[in-house]
């Protein structure tokens, strides 16, 4: 019995031996009731589909975070106690944190369900020696399949008969171009890509016809391959995740030693075991950063708008802090990196060598040569060539949503712009040499040729491969627009030369005729003909990603290119784009995938580590590449657009997927979409990144001390057998207020130096040393403060419980306010980033003093909250411990960093969040 898939071997196999072991005759194909037969056997041709995580437990996985298991033991415990006040507010935080997080994530991975669905077409096949249309699903290996232009190729094939057929393979093996296809057998090792008579299932026919025998269905097929390499690479957590687990790890063990200390002190001192009990309750509330969780969510929510505005949608939410901790991007290279248009930039006619300017489609450019623009019409060799390009030409240039877009070959688009950069457009060059016939471009002749009616005659035009049309050449067009000697030499070294710049070269040629013909006859193109010249041209580099490779680059991230085009052009790309990694000779670090299949998995890190540029791989290796940065401690974004892509988008620490070009797949396994398929709007994903870190970071760094210095009041109140400074209800009108005031740092602007700084280490922790001591000067200032105001109050100034408690709760909540503006930056100055460029602190402050204002002096509040009215003087001392604490940050940030400019940029400093990218 016949297999699903005859193997991997099938394109080293000759057509024979294929038909013989899926036992079919190509003139009459299956029979029907074979054909049922198998597919009883084999099933239907469709990707098995992947069960997908169910929407309930899409939910519950946003409360498996260390702080959230915090909060709802404090729940639980306030909910035992009859605490229903605590109890509530806590749940709701720990609710409200749970639903944004999954309405942000709400849309599941969709790669497999995407792959399914772009196999489901129609096919033509021949059953009992008729033609018939079928639904792909009911296709069997050994149908035989017929494929004409705009066809997406059904199943796995084997091609048998080939005419003329043309391929776009780009969203499987990432190459620019469509493909030519034959029947001609290969070597086994021929790479995915170079394998010319197979098509791939999903791929789609741009020119041609074929006959092919099906020799792989559903999951056997290079898609189904594909698909179970997305299924089976694992999500990694990302590094704020990571980091978040570990601090919270750190702050249940802080909470629960200072709360069972507060207990065994207080029983130890012979206080009531079940007062005690509730002090250690009311310890653990006031240290616990209930507003964490909903701060991380809100910056993270914040980043995503901001993203949103620069091109990049974020389907993730914790994938905008991942951008920031990128510390190499693996970019796909077509209409990333670059236009996604083909564009002539060199052309050798006469034995110079001409520069032009512009690019993409748009005709907008100058021709010159040495360095100056010239006119085109004072060059009639250019002009001829220019023309040649126009005539032998089938493509056209169609304006639609503001943009022109190609409809036939990219390369003869490229012709048509030259030659309307020279001033010959392409209908007044066919209204005046009328065509007579055409031999339109195959792999077999590597030319096209047009027939065309002049004022004297017919005239022959071919455009094609050198190496083919150069032996048909007896002359070649001098500058001059006359016949000149034929330098074979020359002509060779400019294509060589304008080669190994990474540009595709095609020759023009040119034979008038003294007949009348109307057809061309193969014999007409042997000989005979005058060399016009050669046009170069490439996908050229976008402007914008040139700059932010460079900005990526000085901001300490790697960028390597990883395509499926030739090496050739892919070096060549990276030099005009600017990656680093260059051999002592100066070149850059390139590998092909048949160079990567030799390296070992335990020498592939490090070798991937130090090359730039990888052409021609495969999805397997693409995945490999991204396993082995990522073993060698990278935080990797990989950005990617085709099916190939998919599975290494998805086993990246963040994967980009293209809006314009991008598959469904590719879109369904990504964490990051851009919707201009732009480098530059990573760059600025990136920063905002970066933006979100140090936002989250100066949240942390503000909650943590504030937190702390209250519970550290009451656990020295205790340990000195004093009453309690703060009673549970106002430690929890302190955590609502100071959570609100926090807030106002998600939103504060970049640091001027936030692109200027290299990667965070993987393994940095969210807390620095240097901040730790600085959380730990804050909070004894807080603790010293507080607890002295408390003592004065009672018993300097006899003021009484209820006005003591009054004084420590206001001297907490001001050291907080203040502290704010401290965070702000965590290195430089306030007076450096401005008192006012950040609005919403300015507001959070002045309604934290309403409030404070109200809670003291107002008297439901007061009977609420066990307050007193306090006198002015004591105003003086709170602004007094606040001022200390103020003073004290900014003597410590000076002594460790200096005078730095690390605010906000002043106006014109460049491109802010939000500001648009530039074309």
Request: overall charge neutral.
């Amino acid at each position: 019995m016949i297999s699903s898939g005859i193997g991997n071997g099938c394109h080293q196999l000759p057509v024979n031996e294929i038909l013989l072991s899926l036992d079919v005759h190509p003139s009459s194909g299956l029979s029907t009731e074979n054909a049922l037969t198998r597919q009883s056997h084999f099933g239907p041709n469709r990707v098995t589909p992947q069960r997908g995580t169910p929407t309930w437990a899409r939910f519950l996985k946003q409360f498996n975070q260390p702080l959230v298991y915090i909060l709802l033991v404090a729940v639980g415990v306030t909910a035992f106690l009859r605490e229903w006040v605590d109890s509530s507010v806590i749940s709701g935080v720990v609710l409200i944190n749970a639903i944004v997080g999954f309405l942000q994530e709400a849309k599941a991975e969709k790669a497999i369900e995407a792959l399914a669905r772009m196999v489901i077409t129609e096919a033509t096949v021949r059953r009992n020696g008729h033609k018939l249309r079928i639904p792909s699903d009911q296709l069997v290996p050994g149908d035989v399949v017929l494929l004409s232009a705009g066809d997406r190729v059904p199943a796995d094939l084997r091609l048998l008969d080939v005419r003329n057929l043309h391929a776009d393979e780009s969203a499987l093996t990432g190459e620019s171009l469509p493909v030519a296809k034959d029947a001609a057998i290969l070597a086994l090792d021929t790479i995915l890509a170079e394998r010319r008579n197979l098509a791939y299932t999903g791929t789609l026919i741009t020119a041609g016809q074929a006959e092919g025998v099906v020799w792989a269905i559903g999951d056997q097929t290079e898609i189904g391959r594909i698909s179970h390499l997305i299924s089976s690479t694992v999500e990694l957590s990302t590094p704020l995740a990571k980091k978040i687990a570990q601090f919270s790890r750190l702050v249940l063990w802080i909470i629960v030693g200072l709360a069972a200390a507060t207990f065994g002190l207080g029983v130890a001192r012979g206080e009531k075991p079940v007062e005690m009990f509730m002090a250690a309750v009311a310890l653990a509330v006031g240290a616990i950063p209930e507003g964490l969780p909903a701060a991380v969510t809100i910056v993270l929510a914040i980043g995503v708008s901001r993203m949103a505005k620069r091109q990049a949608i974020v389907r993730k939410l914790p994938a905008v802090e991942t951008l920031g901790s990128t510390t190499v991007i693996c970019s796909d290279k077509t209409g990333t990196l670059t236009e996604n248009q083909m564009t002539v930039q060199e052309i050798f006619v006469g034995g110079r060598l001409y520069q032009v300017t512009g690019g993409g489609y748009e005709p907008k450019g100058d021709l010159c040569l040495d360095g100056g623009v010239i006119q085109v019409p004072e060059h009639p060799a250019l002009a001829e060539c220019l023309l040649a390009g126009a005539l032998c030409n089938e493509a056209q240039l169609v304006r639609a949503d503001g943009r022109l877009k190609v409809q036939g070959d990219p390369t003869e688009a490229a012709l048509l712009v030259s030659a309307e950069k020279g001033g010959i457009t392409r209908n007044e060059a066919h209204h005046r040499m009328p065509v007579l016939d055409t031999i339109p471009f195959e792999s077999e002749h590597m030319f096209r040729a047009t027939l065309r009616e002049i004022k004297n005659g017919h005239v022959i035009y071919q455009v094609g491969a050198l190496e083919r049309l150069l032996d048909q050449c007896t002359e070649a067009l001098g500058e001059a627009n006359t016949p000149v000697a034929l330098d074979r030499d020359a002509i060779l070294h400019a294509a060589e030369t304008m080669a190994t710049r990474g540009l595709r070269v095609l020759a023009l040629v040119r034979r008038h005729l003294d007949t009348h013909e109307t057809k061309l006859d193969p014999t007409q193109l042997a000989t005979g003909f005058t060399f016009l010249g050669l046009q170069g041209m490439m996908d050229p580099p976008r402007p914008a990603a040139i700059a932010s490779v460079s900005q990526c680059q000085r901001a300490g991230i790697a960028v390597k290119m990883i395509t499926g085009d030739y090496l050739v052009t892919a070096r060549a790309i990276a030099g005009q784009i600017g990656l680093k990694g260059r051999e002592a000779n100066g070149e850059l670090v390139a590998l092909s995938g048949r160079e990567l299949e030799a390296i070992s998995d335990k020498d592939l890190p490090e070798v991937a580590d130090r090359t730039a540029v990888f052409a021609r791989v495969s999805p397997e290796q693409k995945l490999r590449l991204v396993k082995a940065l990522q073993a060698h401690g990278h935080i990797v974004a990989m950005t990617g657009d085709g099916v190939n892509d998919a599975p290494a988008l998805k086993q990246a620490d963040i994967g980009v997927s293209m809006g314009i070009s991008g598959t469904d797949v590719a879109r369904g396994a990504a964490a990051m979409i851009l919707t201009d398929d732009n480098f530059a709007s990573i760059e600025a994903a990136v920063e905002e990144g970066r933006v979100v870190f140090d936002n989250i970071t100066k949240f942390i760094v503000w909650i943590i001390p504030t937190n702390l210095g209250e519970a550290l009041t009451l656990l020295s109140a205790i340990l000195l057998g004093l009453p309690l400074p703060l009673l549970p209800l106002q430690l929890l009108w302190i955590n609502l207020t100071d959570t609100l005031l926090g807030l106002s740092l998600a939103f504060e602007p970049r640091e001027r130096d936030v692109m200027s700084r290299p990667p965070r280490a993987p393994e940095q922790p969210l807390l620095t040393m240097p901040l730790i001591r600085r959380t730990g000067l804050v909070s004894f200032i807080m603790l010293v403060g507080a607890l002295g105001l408390f003592l004065w109050e009672l018993h300097v100034e006899k003021a009484g419980l209820l006005v003591a408690r009054t004084v420590t709760v206001n001297a907490i909540v001001l050291v907080q306010m203040i502290y704010l503006f401290n965070c702000r930056s965590l290195r430089s100055s306030i007076f450096t980033i401005g008192w006012f460029t950040n609005r919403w602190a300015i507001a959070g402050a002045l309604a934290m003093l309403g409030a404070q204002l109200l809670f003291t002096y107002l008297p439901v509040m007061n009977t609420l909250f066990h307050t007193a009215p306090i006198d002015f003087v004591s105003w003086l001392r709170i602004v007094g411990v606040a001022g200390v604490a103020f003073v004290a940050v900014e003597i410590e940030k000076w002594l460790r960093f200096g005078r730095q400019p690390t605010g906000p940029p002043f106006p014109n400093a460049g491109p802010q969040p939000g500001d648009p990218l530039p074309e």
